[in-house]
């Protein structure tokens, strides 16, 4: 076996791995495949998606594209140049995967090269290039990579004028991850920057490469070490794990599908300063405050208590590893324990708390977690949380380099990885830009552009009255507010005063007998399953009922308790009532025998009409079993009273 050292790159000139308190030089033991391979073992996070990959082959669903506008003049030879001195310095850029006694392995070759592919697109009239070229863009963002054959990393260049291009560079997950883009697209800035002036890299050599890292995580985090961190969050999560019932346009899929698309809003400079003003004063950061203002977004929307939400952290603790590209980012889980009371600077100070919990346990890999959880296995929605924030650290703002200026430009993938990820990202101008990737098969584009005007609007009256119960805090716009408060509620309309409800009922029943007047799937009646009753049946039963209960004595003005579950059985009983000319007392079955009793007392109903599973409560009545007519009978007139409420 060669001598481990020569396994990194030739600028690096022995392998060093991370002691558990501080990075030192000792040597990583590998093996040796090929000549022109060597074995390191995968990280925690690497194995997971590896385990992914081998249940989804040829899925984008991991992919990560980051598209790029270049103004000025460009050097492709030069670009080419720093593309291949990036691979050369990251050895995770040349790295493919295999297994190894059946444990997937990373396989670094010694060398590498990522060809950048160009297309010109200067023979299109100019006002459609740009349209092509970033249909090509996202187009290649959703081409799949072969984790067994790579590259791992592709580079297209659009050219849409002679100083005016598009690049796209398209990683897997398991080699990158946001915080790896931000050094991707420096390091290209400052080594085209410096081989345009014919200087030689500016940049220093890497102390340490990301093979290093999963080999010293391996190696850390296990045993005692492990175990205390899963501690914290078994205490923190389990055992119960909510699952987020956000209000979906459409059911939700048996098995979760990575369809999606993305939408996004700018919110204002002055907004974001407002923002952060806010988390100076409570001691909290721009994170923490932005995260609990989502937690509210989500409680207010669901009405759900508590709400677990996914956020990743960036896991570079290590000054070594700050510089490198590879997959060290974590996913924490972040609980919030929510009630109308409670106010949003009380909420504040609560995710603070839990935050800064999370962030002292970052290590224990996502994977770890879920098995230590152990939740309940369900293929419709992902397993401890179901939607995820993210806070992006690195300004999205133009880069300058030699002659050109970098600019990213969004791109789209065309999935999403959870129900809901809210993203957001400081701009040029001092404002933000807060972008929802969703789930396509959940939600409409008109449903999330609605969910991302709600958070300004929650935003702003926070920063008015960040003391205001998050009950109470406002998320309607002024039109939303006209809808619901005057618009949806202007609704006077002519009516019969000489009628009753069960005679316009009759004369719905004479329209349309045949059409369903009561829809109700997991209903039986009288001991059989009954879907749905039409107006004529529906009217036959109420007929058959007020008939008996007018041989009981029931008159104009008579009182009757109906005491029902919310079923067909209810309504026809209410109709009865009315058929009658009796007055109808609502009593609510799941009220304590004592409540009903005095209702009873007081009211002094001539019948009750229950079921028997009420009967040790009250006297039990089964409709069906009297014979009685099914026509309409005697009619009852407006001036008698037909509703009595005991207060």
Same mark, same amino acid.
């Given at each position: 076996?060669?001598?481990?050292?020569?396994?990194?790159?030739?600028?690096?000139?022995?392998?060093?791995?991370?002691?558990?308190?501080?990075?030192?030089?000792?040597?990583?033991?590998?093996?040796?495949?090929?000549?022109?391979?060597?074995?390191?073992?995968?990280?925690?996070?690497?194995?997971?998606?590896?385990?992914?990959?081998?249940?989804?082959?040829?899925?984008?669903?991991?992919?990560?594209?980051?598209?790029?506008?270049?103004?000025?003049?460009?050097?492709?030879?030069?670009?080419?140049?720093?593309?291949?001195?990036?691979?050369?310095?990251?050895?995770?850029?040349?790295?493919?995967?295999?297994?190894?006694?059946?444990?997937?392995?990373?396989?670094?070759?010694?060398?590498?090269?990522?060809?950048?592919?160009?297309?010109?697109?200067?023979?299109?009239?100019?006002?459609?290039?740009?349209?092509?070229?970033?249909?090509?863009?996202?187009?290649?963002?959703?081409?799949?990579?072969?984790?067994?054959?790579?590259?791992?990393?592709?580079?297209?260049?659009?050219?849409?004028?002679?100083?005016?291009?598009?690049?796209?560079?398209?990683?897997?997950?398991?080699?990158?991850?946001?915080?790896?883009?931000?050094?991707?697209?420096?390091?290209?800035?400052?080594?085209?920057?410096?081989?345009?002036?014919?200087?030689?890299?500016?940049?220093?050599?890497?102390?340490?490469?990301?093979?290093?890292?999963?080999?010293?995580?391996?190696?850390?985090?296990?045993?005692?070490?492990?175990?205390?961190?899963?501690?914290?969050?078994?205490?923190?999560?389990?055992? =119960? /794990?909510?699952?987020?019932?956000?209000? @979906?346009?459409?059911?939700?899929? $048996?098995? +979760?599908?990575?369809?999606?698309? #993305? %939408?996004?809003?700018?919110?204002?400079?002055?907004?974001?300063?407002?923002?952060?003003?806010?988390?100076?004063?409570?001691?909290?950061?721009?994170?923490?405050?932005?995260?609990?203002?989502?937690?509210?977004?989500?409680?207010?929307?669901?009405?759900?208590?508590?709400?677990?939400?996914?956020?990743?952290?960036?896991?570079?603790?290590?000054?070594?590893?700050?510089?490198?590209?590879?997959?060290?980012?974590?996913?924490?889980?972040?609980?919030?324990?929510?009630?109308?009371?409670?106010?949003?600077? =009380? /909420?504040?100070?609560?995710?603070?708390? @839990?935050?800064?919990?999370?962030? $002292?346990? +970052?290590?224990?890999?996502?994977? #770890? %977690?879920?098995?230590?959880?152990?939740?309940?296995?369900?293929?419709?929605?992902?397993?401890?949380?179901?939607?995820?924030?993210?806070?992006?650290?690195?300004?999205?703002?133009?880069?300058?380099?030699?002659?050109?200026?970098?600019?990213?430009?969004?791109?789209?993938?065309?999935?999403?990885?959870?129900?809901?990820?809210?993203?957001?990202?400081?701009?040029?101008?001092?404002?933000?830009?807060?972008?929802?990737?969703?789930?396509?098969?959940?939600?409409?584009?008109?449903?999330?552009?609605?969910?991302?005007?709600?958070?300004?609007?929650?935003?702003?009256?926070?920063?008015?009255?960040?003391?205001?119960?998050?009950?109470?805090?406002? %998320?309607?716009?002024?039109?939303?507010?006209?809808?619901?408060?005057?618009?949806?509620?202007?609704?006077?309309?002519?009516?019969?005063?000489?009628?009753?409800?069960?005679?316009?009922?009759?004369?719905?029943?004479?329209?349309?007998?045949?059409?369903?007047?009561?829809?109700?799937?997991?209903?039986?009646?009288?001991?059989?399953?009954?879907?749905?009753?039409?107006?004529?049946?529906?009217?036959?039963?109420?007929?058959?009922?007020?008939?008996?209960?007018?041989?009981?004595?029931?008159?104009?003005?008579?009182?009757?308790?109906?005491?029902?579950?919310?079923?067909?059985?209810?309504?026809?009983?209410?109709?009865?009532?009315?058929?009658?000319?009796?007055?109808?007392?609502?009593?609510?079955?799941?009220?304590?025998?004592?409540?009903?009793?005095?209702?009873?007392?007081?009211?002094?109903?001539?019948?009750?009409?229950?079921?028997?599973?009420?009967?040790?409560?009250?006297?039990?009545?089964?409709?069906?079993?009297?014979?009685?007519?099914?026509?309409?009978?005697?009619?009852?007139?407006?001036?008698?009273?037909?509703?009595?409420?005991?207060?």
């Amino acid at each position: 076996m060669q001598d481990p050292a020569k396994a990194s790159t030739p600028k690096t000139k022995q392998r060093v791995s991370m002691t558990v308190d501080s990075m030192s030089t000792e040597t990583t033991q590998t093996t040796e495949p090929a000549d022109d391979l060597y074995v390191f073992p995968v990280s925690f996070a690497q194995q997971r998606l590896w385990f992914l990959d081998q249940f989804e082959p040829n899925s984008p669903f991991y992919n990560i594209p980051v598209a790029v506008r270049l103004h000025g003049r460009l050097d492709l030879t030069i670009l080419q140049t720093v593309l291949d001195e990036i691979v050369d310095r990251h050895e995770i850029l040349r790295t493919t995967f295999g297994t190894e006694n059946g444990d997937p392995v990373q396989l670094i070759a010694l060398t590498g090269s990522i060809p950048l592919t160009q297309i010109d697109l200067r023979d299109l009239p100019a006002a459609d290039r740009q349209h092509e070229a970033m249909r090509l863009a996202n187009e290649e963002a959703k081409r799949p990579f072969n984790l067994n054959t790579g590259p791992l990393l592709r580079a297209h260049l659009y050219q849409l004028a002679p100083d005016d291009f598009v690049a796209i560079f398209n990683m897997h997950h398991i080699i990158s991850d946001g915080w790896s883009i931000g050094v991707f697209i420096r390091e290209i800035s400052v080594l085209y920057d410096a081989f345009a002036a014919k200087r030689p890299s500016p940049l220093p050599e890497l102390p340490i490469q990301y093979a290093d890292f999963a080999d010293w995580q391996r190696k850390w985090l296990q045993g005692d070490v492990l175990q205390a961190q899963l501690d914290y969050w078994v205490d923190k999560l389990g055992p =119960d /794990l909510p699952v987020l019932e956000m209000p @979906t346009d459409r059911p939700r899929p $048996a098995v +979760q599908s990575s369809r999606g698309a #993305s %939408l996004s809003l700018q919110l204002s400079a002055i907004l974001t300063h407002q923002l952060k003003n806010l988390s100076r004063e409570s001691g909290t950061t721009l994170f923490m405050t932005l995260l609990a203002a989502f937690h509210t977004l989500l409680y207010r929307t669901t009405n759900q208590e508590t709400i677990n939400i996914g956020s990743p952290i960036a896991n570079r603790n290590q000054g070594e590893i700050e510089g490198l590209i590879g997959f060290f980012v974590n996913t924490l889980v972040l609980r919030a324990d929510l009630h109308d009371n409670l106010t949003f600077r =009380d /909420l504040l100070a609560q995710i603070k708390e @839990t935050t800064l919990g999370a962030y $002292a346990h +970052q290590d224990v890999p996502f994977e #770890s %977690l879920v098995e230590a959880l152990q939740p309940e296995r369900d293929m419709s929605h992902s397993p401890l949380f179901q939607v995820m924030f993210i806070l992006q650290n690195m300004p999205n703002q133009a880069q300058a380099a030699s002659d050109l200026t970098l600019e990213m430009v969004d791109v789209e993938t065309g999935t999403s990885t959870f129900d809901i990820t809210l993203s957001m990202a400081e701009t040029g101008d001092g404002g933000m830009n807060a972008a929802v990737e969703f789930n396509t098969d959940l939600f409409d584009h008109a449903t999330i552009e609605r969910l991302l005007i709600h958070f300004e609007v929650l935003l702003n009256g926070i920063i008015t009255n960040p003391n205001e119960t998050i009950a109470r805090l406002p %998320l309607l716009t002024p039109t939303e507010k006209q809808q619901l408060l005057v618009s949806w509620n202007d609704t006077q309309a002519a009516f019969p005063l000489d009628q009753c409800v069960h005679q316009l009922f009759e004369q719905q029943v004479e329209r349309g007998p045949e059409e369903t007047a009561v829809f109700h799937p997991t209903h039986k009646l009288n001991g059989l399953p009954v879907e749905q009753l039409t107006y004529a049946q529906l009217n036959a039963k109420a007929n058959q009922l007020a008939h008996y209960l007018r041989d009981h004595g029931v008159k104009p003005e008579s009182r009757v308790a109906i005491c029902l579950d919310k079923s067909p059985e209810m309504i026809i009983a209410i109709l009865a009532v009315l058929k009658a000319g009796g007055a109808y007392l609502p009593l609510d079955p799941t009220h304590p025998a004592e409540r009903l009793t005095f209702m009873i007392e007081d009211a002094q109903p001539e019948v009750i009409i229950t079921e028997e599973a009420f009967s040790s409560q009250l006297s039990a009545f089964n409709p069906e079993n009297s014979q009685q007519s099914t026509d309409n009978g005697q009619q009852t007139t407006p001036d008698h009273s037909q509703f009595t409420i005991n207060n």
